[in-house]
């Protein structure tokens, strides 16, 4: 393996049937794949997304904090249907959550989710940041400073940053480097400016970016696959 730890954000779109729910072939497809990472000895921690759940608003008169609160309890689900998975493909898995509830998963705590990690447990961090008007893409970049983790990847529902949303401009071209800057001055969308900031602000080197088509995709990049994008400083 290229690195020693990594953590890596999981698309809740791309676990989805057609973008949506679960598909469950799938899921069992990546929980066999990141098991097999912890059992190589990658130290591994997980972010996913809640999209195949929840995004955004009911409606522009719903309350913003009821609908990230939504957000984050469908992140919660999320890894609790990814531990599951990795369980029964024979690794251990521990879910933290940034809000407590303490029947259903561990409190986040810092300390505890770096010894989980070292002792080759796959760390799923529910919850977002635990702050509504944070998305996940924060959350990931906040726990990847705090884990102090090799590498950052992100794995969504399409292979890479491109110029627009290739699904509905057939002109849009694949961008395989491009800045924090750039990207958010082209407003490229890959990130929130939050994770931007915090990218830049915690030196953080590299952010791989790419397809979470197959969950192969996840091994090979961590293994030095250069497909996708990567965005750097």
């Given at each position: 393996?290229?690195?020693n ?17 679960f598909?469950q ?13 912890v ?6 921690g997980i972010?996913i ?8 608003r009911?409606?522009?008169e719903m309350d913003a904090?009821?609908a990230d ?10 890894c609790?249907?990814m ?5 029964r493909n ?8 940034a ?19 070292k002792n080759?447990?796959?760390?799923l961090f529910a ?5 509504p008007?944070f998305?996940?893409?924060t959350a990931v970049?906040l ?6 983790v ?13 110029t627009?949303d290739?699904r ?8 395989r ?11 490229l969308?890959?990130?929130?400016t ?12 590299t ?6 088509d ?12 250069d497909r996708g994008?990567v965005?750097?400083?």
């Open positions: 393996m290229k690195y730890s990594i953590l890596l954000k999981l698309s809740g779109e791309a676990l989805g049937e057609n973008g949506r729910l598909d072939d799938k899921i069992m497809e990546v929980g066999r794949v990141l098991a097999e990472i059992k190589g000895g990658t130290q591994l972010v997304g809640a999209g195949n759940i929840w995004r955004g009911q409606s522009q904090v009821t609160h939504m957000g984050m309890l469908g992140t919660v689900i999320n609790l249907c531990r599951d998975a990795i369980e024979g690794a251990e898995a521990v879910v933290f959550s809000i407590d509830m303490p029947r259903v998963c561990e409190p986040y705590n810092v300390q505890s989710a770096r010894e989980a990690m080759g447990k796959v760390v919850g977002g940041s635990g702050n008007f998305t996940t893409d970049v726990r990847a400073a705090e884990m102090k090799d590498a950052l990847l992100l794995a969504k529902n399409i292979d890479g940053v491109y627009a290739p509905k401009d057939a002109s849009a071209v694949l961008l480097d491009v800045s924090y800057g750039e990207a958010m001055a082209r407003n969308k890959v990130m929130d939050a994770a931007f900031a915090m990218l830049n602000e915690q030196h953080i080197p952010v791989r970016v790419f397809g979470l197959s969950a192969e995709s996840i091994t090979a990049v961590i293994n030095g696959d994008t965005l750097h400083p």
